[in-house]
């Protein structure tokens, strides 16, 4: 008989972890509001003090980003977060419709499995503790292996408060001994109730396949467009502030510049003025080579790293002061490698004819590695700013304001987060800023307002009158497309005219599971642009046929 192998160190904590959570479970959900609001300010409180030494740590440990920045993404955590949560109602009765007659009452959702970047490493790790305990939910934090050092830093510090404040032994728990192989037993684990992933493609899809519910981002790449009528210089400068924030490792980080022809001279002379370099043909080959990988990922060598480390590394002299490096392109995909999410200070740049080419120019993009999360239009004239809202496959589109700040609820109304879900279009179970109250299920009361019919007639001895029940108004149908009109757009895709089969120049998901349901393939060459999530699906069941034309 074979030795039973014992399981990791990692492997090991993760269930510990897992089931040390589990039992405070019962004991936080009993706290009062008053409790949890306590310790909920306690934690803030300590996170609040400590915004400082935990940037510093943080650059020190992983190499990525500015100090200043991340004190500044620290105290959006602990203090404009604590801000926002801090009034809502999380325990007991949260909401009665009188009208109605419903009454709502929270229910934390259990044990949370939180998995933290190296890329935003404290920021996140306060974040996800914070609305983790305002929902009642202990949380156990599974950190990345480059930033284990800050995170349990400040985990330490966070579930101190929270003990010292009334918080139960295991509301807070955080793994050391980290692995890929551990992270996956803890999101799998079966005192788990929800997972809160941040981080690559690869770990985001491994949440959603844990068999759990699962709050995951995807990746950012997110286009920004100057259209005619934008205030050309505040464009400019929004732009080089959100790319350079941090060096750029935020996923709604700008990652390209989409302006219109009539103002692109102007365009250009504001990003120079602002320490934008644009870079030769020949140097942004030279950039594209070391920064894109065969994989079409950003090499981690240049992730977080200034625009002047990026410079020497390739051997491209810019002048002192240069905060952004922007390579000029005409297209997007693997033709223009540099057209992907870089998560450094660079910037794609393209010059378009007018909104409506931008318009598809920023689809494109988004297209490429940005599907449901972010992007920014700058302009004056609120027609196209509708049109962008209405037809982009984002779900934070920012007006007129960095797309890093605004996305996140530090520039807008937004609700202030460190997760961005990318909903449908970036396979996410939310399109929602994620906030404490994505970690509650709602018990609902539900009044009788009229009385179910019998199917009998009222009887003489009955007393009552047998009332018809009120009408519903029928509500008028929403526009959109026709089965058949999508499904001749399909046809139009799987095969040209004459029957002969079409090459496809891009294809996302919907066209895999339409052509799945027509039974037919999808035709495809090394220039066509398919989606991460197109590829997995068209790729599990054949879909995707490549030419040999």
């Not at 190499?63 to 604590?82: P, T």
């Not at 598809?360 to 196209?384: A, D, F, W």
């Not at 052509?515 to 879909?543: N, W, Y």
């Amino acid at each position: 008989m074979a030795a039973t192998v014992p399981p990791s160190p990692s492997v090991s904590e993760a269930r510990r972890s897992a089931q040390r959570a589990k039992s405070a479970a019962g004991r936080l959900a009993e706290l009062s509001q008053l409790q949890i609001d306590t310790i909920v300010d306690a934690v803030a409180a300590a996170a609040q003090s400590h915004v400082e030494p935990w940037a510093r740590l943080a650059v020190e440990e992983t190499g990525f980003g500015v100090v200043s920045d991340k004190i500044q993404k620290n105290r959006f955590a602990a203090e404009r977060v604590y801000e926002f949560i801090r009034p809502m109602r999380t325990v007991g009765v949260i909401h009665r419709d009188e009208a109605r007659k419903v009454v709502e009452i929270a229910e934390p959702f259990g044990v949370v499995a939180a998995i933290v970047p190296s890329t935003n490493p404290t920021s996140t790790a306060i974040y996800k503790i914070l609305i983790s305990l305002k929902a009642r939910c202990p949380i156990v934090i599974s950190p990345h292996p480059s930033a284990t050092r800050c995170i349990t830093n400040v985990a330490q510090v966070l579930n101190d408060a929270a003990l010292a404040a009334g918080a139960p032994e295991g509301a807070v728990n955080w793994m050391t001994q980290v692995s890929l192989e551990g992270t996956q037993e803890l999101m799998r684990h079966r005192d788990v109730a929800v997972i809160l992933a941040t981080g690559g493609m690869g770990l985001v899809r491994a949440a959603y396949s844990a068999g759990k519910p699962a709050y995951g981002v995807g990746p950012g790449n997110a286009p920004c467009f100057i259209e005619r009528t934008a205030d050309v210089a505040k464009a400019a400068n929004d732009i080089l502030t959100g790319k350079c924030f941090d060096n750029g490792v935020l996923c709604s980080s700008p990652n390209s510049v989409v302006v219109e022809a009539a103002v692109a001279d102007e365009a250009k002379r504001q990003f120079i003025a602002g320490g934008g370099y644009f870079l030769s043909s020949v140097e942004s080959e030279l950039l594209a080579k070391a920064l894109v990988t065969p994989r079409r990922l950003p090499n981690p060598e240049f992730v977080g790293r200034s625009a002047m480390q990026i410079a020497t590394a390739i051997g491209v002299d810019v002048p002192d002061g240069t905060r952004a490096l922007i390579a000029e392109l005409t297209g997007v995909g693997r033709d223009f490698p540099l057209s992907i999410e870089k998560l450094c200070p660079v910037l794609s740049y393209y010059v378009v004819a007018d909104w409506q080419e931008g318009c598809e120019r920023c689809k494109q993009i988004l297209r490429y590695g940005g599907m449901g999360h972010t992007m920014s239009i700058h302009s004056q004239n609120e027609p196209v700013i509708l049109e962008f809202g209405l037809k982009k496959p984002a779900f934070r589109i920012c007006v007129n304001t960095p797309t890093t700040h605004g996305s996140i609820g530090l520039t807008t109304g937004l609700d202030p987060a460190m997760t961005l879900g990318c909903g449908g279009f970036g396979g996410n179970i939310t399109s929602d800023n994620i906030t404490p109250r994505h970690l509650l299920n709602i018990k609902r009361l539900a009044y009788e307002l009229r009385p179910a019919s019998t199917g009998r007639p009222a009887t003489p001895s009955s007393g009552q009158r047998a009332m018809p029940l009120p009408q519903v108004p029928k509500q008028p149908q929403p526009a959109g497309l026709a089965a058949a009109s999508v499904t001749s757009h399909v046809e139009a895709l799987l095969a040209g005219r004459g029957g002969s089969p079409a090459i496809a120049e891009f294809v996302c998901e919907e066209d895999v599971r339409q052509a799945m349901a027509l039974g037919r393939t999808i035709l495809i060459s090394d220039r066509t642009i398919v989606t991460p999530l197109a590829r997995e699906v068209g790729d599990a069941h054949k879909i995707l046929v490549v030419s040999d034309r």
